[in-house]
């Protein structure tokens, strides 16, 4: 009854909805190439868009060590990762993150550190949120905030960050408001959002103020940067009688709604579930609202990570040979693995 109970309120705050139900048979999964050692991009080096560069493999961990940083932006927690290494001369390229809902910024060092190993700074902020007020405005504030403060310098430890090479970032909630973020703020060069999850919740049939249907509304179509949408076939399964990323609302939802006009990417990982994003998706009660897949996870979150550092390398700092991952031969590679789903065969039942 308790977990029945946090996974209607967890709907009701940016994580589910009615779902599809769809049964069918999950297909094999092939494996790719075992990660080869690698490099980093050079940041500063206009090089870095030579098409004849290979691309690198970024599954693999980058050649950074990465530190662990903890302080407050304006009493708000934020979790900071950094790139050992002199910094470019014009500052780390960085990613600001907001997680999901009910969760927190430390839940997510492994996807988010792999960025960090490959030369950037990572700064995941919390935000003010509770299960009986939610307001996402103030989610998209932090993000903002957390921006505005590792670029003034005026998180401890967080070393000098580029102003023209930053990327906006979430998980769920966490992700509409960081696309959110994205429309309203010049600031950020780019964004990559994992599942991220529209409006409220069943309980909302209306665009609000606090919890606005960015899709219905017509907010994404204002959309002018670079995004990437990271969605999970999963994700769309009822459990308990609510989706955590129902159809319509989801990374696909999202993608759709982008402007044509605007360099825009989306990969639903195949038989992955919402949860399955964080470093454990056990986590008690709020994952145990999502439904998870049921195949090789740790070769899924690869596939998720080399996205991720892939669409940054290319978006942000200009490497065209980073490219292939999002839409030529390394991502087809992904989907004939199995591990992206190519939005045409059967995806795993429901259970």
């Not at 994580?15 to 069918?24: A, E, I, P, Q």
């Not at 907001?98 to 990572?122: C, E, M, R, T």
């Not at 003010?128 to 989610?139: M, P, T």
């Amino acid at each position: 009854m308790r977990t029945a109970l946090l996974a209607m309120i967890f709907a009701a705050y940016g994580c589910g909805g009615s779902g599809d139900t769809t049964s069918s048979e999950a297909p094999d999964t092939a494996p790719l190439d075992a990660p080869s050692e690698a490099t980093a991009p050079d940041a500063d080096a206009d090089a870095a868009a030579d098409t004849t560069i290979a691309p690198a493999d970024f599954r693999a961990k980058g050649p950074a060590t990465v530190s662990k940083v903890d302080g407050k932006v304006n009493d708000v927690a934020v979790h900071a990762l950094v790139p050992s290494g002199p910094a470019p001369a014009s500052g780390w390229p960085a990613v600001i993150f907001a997680h999901g809902f009910q969760l927190n910024p430390k839940q997510y060092d492994d996807i988010l550190g792999h960025v960090a190993s490959w030369g950037w700074v990572v700064v995941s902020t919390d935000y003010v949120a509770s299960l009986v007020s939610n307001d996402h405005r103030k989610v998209r504030q932090a993000i903002v905030d957390a921006k505005n403060a590792a670029l003034a310098g005026t998180i401890t430890g967080v070393p000098k960050i580029d102003p023209a090479r930053v990327a906006a970032s979430g998980h769920s909630l966490g992700g509409k408001c960081a696309t959110w973020a994205a429309i309203g703020d010049k600031g950020f060069a780019a964004t990559f959002v994992l599942d991220p999850v529209d409006g409220g919740g069943p309980f909302d049939t209306v665009s609000t103020p606090e919890r606005p249907f960015l899709i219905s509304t017509g907010e994404v179509g204002k959309l002018t940067t670079p995004i990437g949408y990271v969605g999970a076939t999963q994700s769309r399964c009822k459990k308990l009688g609510t989706a955590c990323a129902p159809e319509g609302r989801d990374a696909k939802a999202f993608f759709d709604a982008t402007p044509a006009s605007v360099a825009r990417f989306v990969w639903p990982i195949f038989d992955f579930g919402h949860m399955q994003f964080l470093d454990d998706p056990a986590c008690g009660f709020t994952c145990d609202a999502c439904v998870v897949g049921k195949s090789d996870a740790a070769a899924r979150r690869d596939a998720i990570k080399a996205l991720f550092v892939a669409f940054l390398a290319r978006t942000v700092l200009g490497d065209a040979s980073a490219q292939t991952w999002l839409d030529g031969e390394r991502r087809t590679a992904l989907v004939t693995a199995k591990l992206v789903w190519d939005g045409k065969t059967e995806r795993p039942a429901c259970p």
